[in-house]
T-cell receptor
Framework: GQNIDQPTEMTATEGAIVQINCTYQ??????LFWYQQHAGEAPTFLSY????GLEEKGRFSSFLSRSKGYSYLLLKELQMKDSASYLC??????????FGAGTQVVVTP | GAGVSQSPSNKVTEKGKDVELRCDPI?????LYWYRQSLGQGLEFLIY????????KSGLPSDRFSAERTGGSVSTLTIQRTQQEDSAVYLC????????????FGQGTRLTVV
């Protein structure tokens, strides 16, 4: 089975940086995904890591350490529109995606 | 179509009735997923299709839930004898399949059992 853990909520001010951690224990591993979900909307893809290291994409970066079962999503220069839930997901056997419960990020002025 | 399409977008049903939820994946996507999301909760995995077969249906909460996929395309999630605890948003996603790819989500069906 799979166990995916991430914090429930994080609060940060506009312009700041926030790091959302995700730890996982899986029976199979085919990559680590991050999704963003605004209230009432469908999740949208943010990033994908399959090798160890940092992937940077504009204001968002994602890091993976497979040996530690650990990933983080880094949000820089926070904007009010970044207030959303951020979902960590592990790609497993057969291409299946298993999601964590999500981290609600609240950006304050 | 351009994206994953789900219908209906909203469904209100009486307790005990059966409901069918439909998902049209992105054309050519072999993998299809059903998830359930209750208010303020994360995504609960229900079932995964690769083509027309379901290698993993471990997330279906009871035998009242079933799903099928035909022609490697459209999928239907059926809930029999609905209960109030079935009220949730049911999300469908598709991806190009193996090796694992990002999944693209539909807007979901909001099911309310009264």
């Amino acid at each position: 089975g799979q166990n995916i853990d991430q914090p429930t909520e994080m609060t940060a001010t506009e312009g700041a940086i926030v790091q959302i951690n995700c730890t996982y224990q899986t029976s199979g591993f085919n990559g680590l995904f991050w999704y963003q979900q605004h209230a009432g909307e469908a999740p949208t893809f943010l990033s994908y890591n399959v090798l160890d290291g940092l992937e940077e994409k504009g204001r968002f970066s994602s890091f993976l350490s497979r040996s530690k079962g650990y990933s983080y999503l880094l949000l820089k220069e926070l904007q009010m529109k970044d207030s959303a839930s951020y979902l960590c997901a592990v790609g497993g056997s057969w291409g299946k995606l298993q999601f964590g419960a999500g981290t609600q990020v609240v950006v304050t002025p | 179509g351009a994206g994953v399409s789900q219908s209906p977008s909203n469904k209100v049903t009486e307790k005990g009735k059966d409901v069918e939820l439909r998902c049209d994946p992105i054309s050519g996507h072999t993998a299809l997923y059903w998830y359930r999301q209750s208010l303020g909760q994360g995504l609960e995995f229900l079932i995964y299709f690769q083509g027309n077969s379901a290698p993993d249906k471990s997330g279906l909460p009871s035998d009242r839930f079933s799903a099928e996929r035909t022609g490697g395309s459209v999928s239907t999630l059926t809930i029999q004898r609905t209960q109030q605890e079935d009220s949730a948003v049911y999300l469908c996603a598709s991806s190009p399949g193996q090796p694992v790819h990002e999944a693209f989500f539909g807007q979901g069906t909001r099911l309310t059992v009264v």
